[in-house]
Protein backbone atom coordinates (compact mmCIF):
# COMPACT_ATOMS: atom_id res chain seq x y z
CA UNK A 1 0.00 0.00 0.00
CA UNK A 2 2.22 3.13 -1.32
CA UNK A 3 -0.39 5.62 -0.14
CA UNK A 4 -0.10 8.63 -2.08
CA UNK A 5 2.37 8.78 -4.73
CA UNK A 6 3.62 12.04 -6.89
CA UNK A 7 5.60 12.52 -9.82
CA UNK A 8 8.25 13.91 -10.74
CA UNK A 9 9.63 14.58 -7.30
CA UNK A 10 11.57 17.54 -8.49
CA UNK A 11 11.62 19.99 -11.91
CA UNK A 12 13.37 22.44 -13.70
CA UNK A 13 11.49 24.71 -16.35
CA UNK A 14 11.95 28.00 -18.23
CA UNK A 15 9.00 30.22 -18.50
CA UNK A 16 6.59 29.54 -20.64
CA UNK A 17 7.00 25.82 -21.06
CA UNK A 18 4.19 23.62 -19.80
CA UNK A 19 4.27 20.49 -17.51
CA UNK A 20 2.23 17.96 -15.71
CA UNK A 21 2.33 16.57 -12.34
CA UNK A 22 0.69 13.72 -11.43
CA UNK A 23 -0.57 11.82 -8.67
CA UNK A 24 -1.93 8.79 -7.59
CA UNK A 25 -3.31 7.28 -4.77
CA UNK A 26 -4.10 3.37 -3.69
CA UNK A 27 -6.36 4.04 -1.03
CA UNK A 28 -9.59 4.07 -2.87
CA UNK A 29 -10.27 7.41 -1.56
CA UNK A 30 -13.47 9.53 -3.07
CA UNK A 31 -11.70 12.87 -2.72
CA UNK A 32 -8.49 14.06 -3.88
CA UNK A 33 -6.74 17.64 -3.81
CA UNK A 34 -3.73 19.88 -5.28
CA UNK A 35 -2.18 22.12 -2.83
CA UNK A 36 1.17 24.54 -3.12
CA UNK A 37 3.36 24.97 -0.25
CA UNK A 38 5.25 28.43 -0.22
CA UNK A 39 7.77 29.93 2.68
CA UNK A 40 5.37 32.11 4.87
CA UNK A 41 2.39 31.26 3.76
CA UNK A 42 1.46 27.08 4.43
CA UNK A 43 -0.78 25.26 2.37
CA UNK A 44 -2.92 26.89 -0.46
CA UNK A 45 -5.47 24.86 -2.49
CA UNK A 46 -5.31 25.04 -5.95
CA UNK A 47 -8.27 22.36 -6.90
CA UNK A 48 -9.90 19.23 -5.58
CA UNK A 49 -11.54 16.57 -6.71
CA UNK A 50 -14.59 15.17 -4.67
CA UNK A 51 -14.84 12.67 -6.41
CA UNK A 52 -14.30 10.46 -10.10
CA UNK A 53 -15.63 13.11 -12.46
CA UNK A 54 -15.85 16.22 -10.72
CA UNK A 55 -13.21 19.12 -10.33
CA UNK A 56 -13.49 21.72 -8.56
CA UNK A 57 -11.51 25.61 -8.01
CA UNK A 58 -9.61 25.80 -5.13
CA UNK A 59 -7.96 29.52 -3.79
CA UNK A 60 -5.40 29.83 -5.70
CA UNK A 61 -6.48 28.23 -9.15
CA UNK A 62 -5.09 30.61 -11.84
CA UNK A 63 -2.26 29.14 -14.45
CA UNK A 64 -3.77 25.97 -13.83
CA UNK A 65 -5.67 23.02 -15.17
CA UNK A 66 -6.42 19.71 -13.77
CA UNK A 67 -7.78 16.25 -14.58
CA UNK A 68 -9.62 13.91 -12.76
CA UNK A 69 -8.47 10.71 -14.95
CA UNK A 70 -10.27 8.03 -12.58
CA UNK A 71 -10.87 7.55 -8.92
CA UNK A 72 -6.65 7.00 -8.63
CA UNK A 73 -5.45 9.76 -10.55
CA UNK A 74 -5.49 13.30 -10.28
CA UNK A 75 -3.27 15.23 -12.44
CA UNK A 76 -2.03 19.07 -12.15
CA UNK A 77 -1.09 20.55 -15.60
CA UNK A 78 0.86 23.96 -16.15
CA UNK A 79 0.23 25.13 -19.52
CA UNK A 80 2.58 27.97 -19.39
CA UNK A 81 4.70 28.32 -16.58
CA UNK A 82 5.53 31.47 -14.74
CA UNK A 83 8.05 32.50 -12.01
CA UNK A 84 5.84 32.69 -9.62
CA UNK A 85 4.42 29.16 -9.74
CA UNK A 86 7.96 28.12 -8.06
CA UNK A 87 6.85 26.44 -4.69
CA UNK A 88 6.20 22.80 -3.30
CA UNK A 89 3.39 21.02 -4.79
CA UNK A 90 1.40 18.18 -2.76
CA UNK A 91 -1.50 15.99 -3.76
CA UNK A 92 -3.82 14.65 -1.15
CA UNK A 93 -6.63 12.44 -0.95
CA UNK A 94 -9.65 12.14 1.76
CA UNK A 95 -11.68 8.93 2.68
CA UNK A 96 -14.44 11.13 3.72
CA UNK A 97 -14.58 13.25 7.23
CA UNK A 98 -11.73 16.14 7.41
CA UNK A 99 -8.80 14.29 7.74
CA UNK A 100 -6.35 14.40 4.29
CA UNK A 101 -3.40 12.34 3.54
CA UNK A 102 -0.54 13.47 1.82
CA UNK A 103 2.06 12.68 -1.29
CA UNK A 104 5.80 13.26 -0.61
CA UNK A 105 5.20 16.56 -3.20
CA UNK A 106 7.38 17.84 -5.85
CA UNK A 107 9.64 20.50 -6.14
CA UNK A 108 9.29 22.68 -9.35
CA UNK A 109 11.35 25.63 -9.86
CA UNK A 110 10.68 28.01 -13.20
CA UNK A 111 13.20 30.13 -13.95
CA UNK B 1 -5.97 39.64 8.48
CA UNK B 2 -5.19 35.68 7.41
CA UNK B 3 -7.87 33.21 8.85
CA UNK B 4 -5.66 30.86 10.74
CA UNK B 5 -1.53 32.77 12.30
CA UNK B 6 0.89 30.32 13.45
CA UNK B 7 3.91 31.80 14.76
CA UNK B 8 6.77 30.37 12.22
CA UNK B 9 9.38 29.94 15.02
CA UNK B 10 12.19 28.63 14.70
CA UNK B 11 11.81 26.88 17.94
CA UNK B 12 15.10 25.33 19.58
CA UNK B 13 14.71 23.23 22.70
CA UNK B 14 16.71 20.88 24.43
CA UNK B 15 16.18 17.61 24.57
CA UNK B 16 13.26 16.56 27.16
CA UNK B 17 11.75 19.94 27.31
CA UNK B 18 8.17 20.69 26.88
CA UNK B 19 6.71 21.79 23.94
CA UNK B 20 3.97 24.34 23.25
CA UNK B 21 2.83 25.11 19.93
CA UNK B 22 -0.12 27.10 19.17
CA UNK B 23 -2.49 28.88 16.68
CA UNK B 24 -5.09 31.52 16.77
CA UNK B 25 -8.12 32.00 13.86
CA UNK B 26 -10.59 34.11 13.41
CA UNK B 27 -13.32 32.33 11.62
CA UNK B 28 -15.85 30.75 14.04
CA UNK B 29 -17.12 27.96 12.09
CA UNK B 30 -14.29 25.76 12.26
CA UNK B 31 -14.79 22.94 13.66
CA UNK B 32 -12.52 20.44 13.16
CA UNK B 33 -8.78 21.23 14.66
CA UNK B 34 -5.71 19.05 12.99
CA UNK B 35 -2.36 19.20 13.91
CA UNK B 36 0.26 18.02 10.93
CA UNK B 37 3.79 17.52 11.15
CA UNK B 38 6.15 17.60 8.37
CA UNK B 39 9.55 16.53 8.11
CA UNK B 40 12.03 18.21 5.52
CA UNK B 41 11.53 17.39 1.97
CA UNK B 42 8.46 15.53 3.14
CA UNK B 43 4.74 15.89 3.03
CA UNK B 44 2.73 16.61 6.01
CA UNK B 45 1.34 13.94 7.84
CA UNK B 46 -1.40 14.00 10.22
CA UNK B 47 -0.31 13.77 14.36
CA UNK B 48 -3.28 14.81 15.78
CA UNK B 49 -7.43 15.63 15.32
CA UNK B 50 -9.90 16.96 17.45
CA UNK B 51 -13.33 18.16 16.95
CA UNK B 52 -14.72 21.49 19.05
CA UNK B 53 -13.13 22.58 22.49
CA UNK B 54 -11.16 20.62 24.84
CA UNK B 55 -8.13 18.05 25.15
CA UNK B 56 -7.03 15.20 23.32
CA UNK B 57 -4.12 13.36 24.70
CA UNK B 58 -1.97 10.68 22.01
CA UNK B 59 1.40 9.34 24.10
CA UNK B 60 3.24 12.82 24.41
CA UNK B 61 0.75 14.85 22.94
CA UNK B 62 -2.10 16.66 23.94
CA UNK B 63 -3.92 18.88 21.56
CA UNK B 64 -6.15 21.60 22.88
CA UNK B 65 -8.97 23.68 21.48
CA UNK B 66 -10.06 26.79 23.22
CA UNK B 67 -13.45 27.80 20.45
CA UNK B 68 -14.45 30.64 22.90
CA UNK B 69 -10.75 32.72 22.42
CA UNK B 70 -10.04 30.73 18.65
CA UNK B 71 -7.04 29.21 19.84
CA UNK B 72 -5.03 25.52 19.73
CA UNK B 73 -2.28 24.41 21.44
CA UNK B 74 -0.13 21.45 20.45
CA UNK B 75 1.92 20.37 23.74
CA UNK B 76 4.68 17.77 23.16
CA UNK B 77 6.02 16.30 26.35
CA UNK B 78 9.74 14.84 26.58
CA UNK B 79 10.66 16.31 23.72
CA UNK B 80 13.47 14.34 21.22
CA UNK B 81 15.41 14.95 18.52
CA UNK B 82 12.94 12.71 16.09
CA UNK B 83 10.62 15.43 16.99
CA UNK B 84 12.49 18.16 15.10
CA UNK B 85 10.18 18.66 12.21
CA UNK B 86 7.76 21.64 11.08
CA UNK B 87 4.06 21.48 12.85
CA UNK B 88 1.26 22.86 11.00
CA UNK B 89 -2.14 23.36 12.71
CA UNK B 90 -5.02 22.98 10.08
CA UNK B 91 -8.63 23.92 10.79
CA UNK B 92 -12.15 22.82 8.96
CA UNK B 93 -15.21 24.45 7.86
CA UNK B 94 -18.19 23.53 5.68
CA UNK B 95 -17.58 26.25 2.54
CA UNK B 96 -19.48 25.78 -0.72
CA UNK B 97 -20.22 22.38 -0.12
CA UNK B 98 -16.81 20.57 0.77
CA UNK B 99 -15.09 20.94 3.64
CA UNK B 100 -12.60 23.32 3.47
CA UNK B 101 -9.31 23.01 5.58
CA UNK B 102 -7.01 25.71 5.91
CA UNK B 103 -3.85 25.64 7.37
CA UNK B 104 -1.31 27.44 9.12
CA UNK B 105 2.35 28.60 8.04
CA UNK B 106 3.78 26.04 10.08
CA UNK B 107 6.27 26.32 13.20
CA UNK B 108 9.60 25.18 13.05
CA UNK B 109 10.71 22.96 15.82
CA UNK B 110 14.33 21.76 16.44
CA UNK B 111 15.45 19.60 19.38
CA UNK B 112 18.67 19.38 19.92
CA UNK B 113 20.20 16.35 22.42
Known amino acids: NAGVTQTPKFQVLKTGQSMTLQCAQD?????MYWYRQDPGMGLRLIYYSASEGTTDKGEVPNGYNVSRLNKREFSLRLESAAPSQTSVYFC??????????FGPGTRLLVL | QKEVEQDPGPLSVPEGAIVSLNCTYSNSAFQYFMWYRQYSRKGPELLMYTYSSGNKEDGRFTAQVDKSSKYISLFIRDSQPSDSATYLCAMSALSGGYNKLIFGAGTRLAVHP
Open chain 1, 27 to 31: MNHNS
Open chain 1, 92 to 101: ASNPGGETQY
